[in-house]
């Protein structure tokens, strides 16, 4: 997966191609719901961070502010064995 070093401080991703981004503490990442290949969701392996219900509607957001470092990973729960999963790099 690619990693993209990110220095803003608002990040958006599309569910489509889940990254492995690098950020700083305290960067909010958004993630945009493109509306194709049916429904999604953002859940995180080790921390208690996740959307709400799998949905499909074009649009929607969901956004989490990453105050710890650390590594998140997380997947699409519906597209996880699809490769639908990335990780959020934090560090300070
Ligand atoms: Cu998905």
Do not use: K
């Not at 958006?12 to 981004?21: E, G, R």
């Amino acid at each position: 997966m690619p990693l993209f070093d990110c220095p803003e401080t608002t990040i958006a991703l599309q569910c489509d191609s889940p990254p492995v981004l690098r950020v700083r503490t305290g960067t909010t990442v958004v993630w945009e719901w493109t509306g194709n290949d049916g429904g999604h969701n953002v859940a995180f392996d080790d921390a208690d961070i996740e959307s709400d219900d799998v949905s499909p509607e074009q649009g929607r957001t969901f956004e989490h502010t990453f105050d710890a470092a650390g590594t998140y990973r997380y997947y699409c729960a519906p597209h996880h064995a699809l490769g639908m999963r990335g990780a959020i790099i934090v560090e300070e």
